[in-house]
């Protein structure tokens, strides 16, 4: 990610990501955190990572889907991926399961930080718990994890969060916000 932005001549920006693309970002906010000026960590449990999640599935259930995603992924591809690069994504998934930024590492990073998850997400609990450890804002969408992520809700918080990120409302009170719901 960091390379794209290089190769782009951006120095720092918004970033948003969903489920492993907000491990990757939450990484990136307390290694670089002078290129992060706002994050969305959305559909990933900041405490407890995929755990949370594999405790719910199990882990041979869990590759399996894995396995599933990349051929999903990449069946349109003109050039199917080699086994090095599906090697590379399972090896980068399976860390999903063992290192997380701490919270305190988080906190320290100084990066603003967003919360958004599915209100029927096995990572709501958590999500509500690191909102409050963090001081962040969470927002709770409609769907579960998968769901979620395709909910036209999802896009209006990021341009909620990118737009008070733009205005520089760093002070905004943190708390939970609810989308889509009645």
């Known amino acids: 990610a960091l390379a794209v932005l290089d190769a782009l001549g951006i120095v720092s920006c918004g970033m948003a990501g969903y489920s492993m693309g907000a491990w990757l970002v939450s990484g990136i906010a307390v290694e ?10 959305a559909g990933w449990d900041v405490l407890e990572g995929a755990r949370t ?20 992924l990449t069946a349109a591809d003109p050039v199917p991926p080699d086994a090095e690069h599906v090697l ?5 998934y399976r860390q999903l399961f063992e290192t997380l930024p701490s919270i305190r590492e988080l906190r320290a990073a100084g990066v603003r930080i967003d ?5 029927r997400d096995p990572y709501l609990p958590n999500c509500r718990r690191a909102s409050e450890l963090l001081g962040a804002r969470l927002y709770e969408l409609p769907g579960n994890h998968v769901s979620a992520f395709v909910k036209p809700e999802l896009l209006a918080v990021m341009q909620e ?18 989308r889509g719901m009645s």
């Not at 670089?32 to 960590?41: F, G, N």
């Not at 999640?53 to 999903?72: H, K, N, P, S, Y």
């Not at 520089?168 to 609810?178: I, Y």
Request: charged share 25%; hydrophobic share 45%.
């Open 161 to 178: 969060v990118f737009d008070r990120a733009r205005r520089g409302a760093q002070s905004a009170a943190p708390g939970c916000v609810s």
């Open 32 to 41: 670089c955190p002078e290129r992060v000026d706002t994050a969305l960590l």
């Open 115 to 119: 919360l958004a998850c599915g209100v």
């Open 88 to 92: 590379a994504w399972t090896m980068c």
């Open 53 to 72: 999640f594999t405790a719910c599935t199990g882990w041979e259930e869990r590759l399996a889907e894995f396995g599933r995603i990349v051929r999903e």
